[in-house]
């Protein structure tokens, strides 16, 4: 199955350049050779092709992502076309040459509007060349350029081996797959904020904040007035806060999250009765499953002198934030922060500081003390 493009124009010229590969992902190296042929030609169609279990398929990238993702990427060069060839239905590589070779041209002509261009298809691989000479059109309208891979020494095996190392090569809108996500979680008064922010700036990693903070200073309105509709806005709000993070040009390969639907999903619980709470499962379901997150933090709520209520609602709040993460199959990805701190850190903050840096670590890979 084949989709094209659905937000540009064909492309017009007589000349016309073809890029094509599985590009998962598409690095600066695949980026040079599009812009060099986008400035040989009139325009250029990029091609991502794959199967079902390929190379970008086995690390969350299938074809159909990488399409979307291209298509983001190249939305502002009108001279820049992308598609996609799912070859689930046609003999793979090796073997499927003829077949594959006959839905490229497919696939090019319907992103063209001159019958009659000239088509330059620019590969990386010899034999890939030699085959496609073969294949192509014996029209005069085909030529096969061999691109100069040694100037850029990058590659997309090396990506996918080590993104966080290979960060800078990667192109920005697929960084955000590679991005790792570390939630920090607690109760009020266990400083989670601040931990995020230090953990945070500790590596220049962009950090959200906490969106119900915002929106209730915002609205004016204590934990106990929120009501169904607040919650809704607020899953949201938090979404889109980790989410511009994680989109940022400041995105370093770490993002760090105060807060998620998680999190609010437990305050629910503690405020809300359970018709209501309820009522938004089915947001809170497609939230958590978006989230993708690599690690989570917990403070354990007795690390602040509080009075009795206030000590109350904290384990109240970290016994449903635990049944949440239990129900979404969290667990093994969530580590508590219970190193104790001494006589001139009696609540343990820099001593949790000290411990998430060793987490991330040994969980994450990235020694946070070096960066």
Known sequence: MVKANLVKENLTGDHIGVFFGTLAPMHIGHQAEIYKAAALNDGVVVITSGYTGDRGDQIGLPVEKRFRYLREAFNDESAIKVDYINEDDIPQMPNGW?????RLTSTIRRNITNPNAHITLYTGEA?????????????????VSLMDRTILKVSATAVRKDPLGNWDYINRVFRRHFAKKI??????K????????RLARTSNSPFSVEFSRTYQEKSNVFDSELLLKDYSRIIQGQYDANSAEINSPANNGLTFFDTDAMVTMAETRLWLDQEEA???KALFDTTIAEEELDLILVIPPMVAVQNGADKRRSLAFDQNLWQVLKEYGFLDKTVL??????????????ARYLQALEIIEKRVGVNLTKV
């Open 278 to 280: 309820n009522k938004l």
């Open 337 to 350: 922060l219970d190193r104790k701190g001494d006589k001139d850190d009696p609540f343990g903050y820099y």
């Open 183 to 188: 939630l920090v979680v607690g109760a009020p």
């Open 190 to 197: 266990t400083g989670k904020s601040t931990l995020t922010r």
């Open 98 to 102: 003829q077949e594959w070779t006959a």
């Open 127 to 143: 034999d890939y060349k030699e085959m496609l000479e073969k294949l192509l059109p014996d029209d005069g309208h085909w030529s």
